[in-house]
């Protein structure tokens, strides 16, 4: 029995190297000398199988995987750093270029994710095709960008950056364009009419309607094809056509309640009607 352990002891000082000693009371291998590329050396199957002392900084090297046994980690200074299923607390800058499905996850600073989506940390907007956003969200497309927001504080934004039209749309259809001057169209003359309802008053042109009244215009108005338009007497000059009507903005006792366009023309014939008693 004793000489198979002095056997053992003896294989394994030859394995590490000459010059090395074995305490066989703590079972600690001390080299004198030069200390680096020496370690444990595996020979006999295969490639030879390392574990060594290297230098440039101060290491181990393993020529083999490590396999810890199972619920077991591997710590820094007593903290643990890395274990089966987690990273430790006390990592905080890594360089992953691939995850799998992400939980949850926090970011504290800009964000760029492939080159598409940028998030400013300094200006807090948030831009998808484009590194400059000019408002809390941008979406930028074909040189067009559209922007959510706010406005001086005070109110919500939406709408296009530069000079571009602006088309709402359900069903893959535009039911609301805005031009780039302002003009605005409700519906697509491409396909059927829209009904548009208005659940309230309506105005138009007038900065305090009148709450008497559904609708407040504050010019004339076309209705049937036909002109109507306030006045203290008929039409001078322009072109008119038949049935257009102008009321008499002053009407008294004895006068009409306005004119009626009996022919086109230019200005066209005007007969007064309505004579007030």
């Given at each position: 029995m004793d000489n198979s352990i002095d056997q053992a002891i003896d294989a394994l000082k030859h394995a590490l190297n000459e010059g090395s000693t074995a305490g066989t009371q703590d079972s600690s291998f001390k080299f004198g000398g030069k200390v680096y590329n020496k370690g444990?050396?595996?020979?006999?199957?295969?490639?030879?199988?390392?574990?060594?002392?290297?230098?440039?900084?101060?290491?181990f090297f393993s020529s083999e995987n490590v396999d810890l046994s199972k619920e077991k980690y591997y710590s820094i200074n007593k903290v643990k750093v890395l274990d089966q299923t987690e990273l430790g607390t006390s990592v905080v800058?890594?360089?992953?270029?691939?995850?799998?499905?992400?939980?949850?996850?926090?970011?504290?600073?800009?964000?760029?994710?492939?080159?598409?989506?940028?998030?400013?940390?300094?200006?807090?907007?948030?831009?998808?095709?484009?590194?400059?956003?000019?408002?809390?969200?941008?979406?930028?497309?074909?040189?067009?960008?559209?922007?959510?927001?706010?406005?001086?504080?005070?109110?919500?934004?939406?709408?296009?950056?530069?000079?571009?039209?602006?088309?709402?749309?359900?069903?893959?259809?535009?039911?609301?364009?805005?031009?780039?001057?302002?003009?605005?169209?409700?519906?697509?003359?491409?396909?059927?009419?829209?009904?548009?309802?208005?659940?309230?008053?309506?105005?138009?042109?007038?900065?305090?309607?009148?709450t008497n009244v559904d609708l407040h215009v504050r010019g004339n108005i076309k209705f049937a094809n036909r002109t109507h338009m306030v006045d203290s007497q008929p039409p001078q000059g322009g072109s008119w056509n038949q049935g257009d009507i102008v009321w008499n903005q002053s009407p008294e006792q004895r006068k009409h309640v306005g004119w009626v366009c009996t022919k086109s023309g230019n200005p066209g014939v005007w007969n007064p009607f309505g004579e007030i008693n």
């Open positions: 444990l050396l595996w020979t006999g199957q295969g490639n030879t199988k390392q574990f060594l002392l290297q230098d440039g900084p101060d290491r800058k890594s360089n992953l270029k691939q995850v799998g499905t992400l939980r949850g996850l926090n970011i504290d600073g800009s964000l760029r994710v492939n080159q598409y989506m940028v998030f400013d940390e300094h200006t807090d907007r948030l831009g998808l095709g484009t590194e400059e956003p000019n408002a809390a969200l941008s979406v930028a497309e074909d040189g067009i960008e559209v922007i959510i927001g706010t406005e001086e504080f005070t109110s919500g934004v939406v709408g296009t950056f530069a000079s571009h039209d602006l088309h709402l749309k359900t069903d893959n259809t535009t039911r609301i364009s805005i031009g780039a001057g302002g003009n605005i169209d409700l519906g697509n003359k491409n396909h059927a009419p829209i009904q548009a309802s208005v659940h309230g008053k309506l105005s138009i042109g007038v900065n305090n309607p009148d």
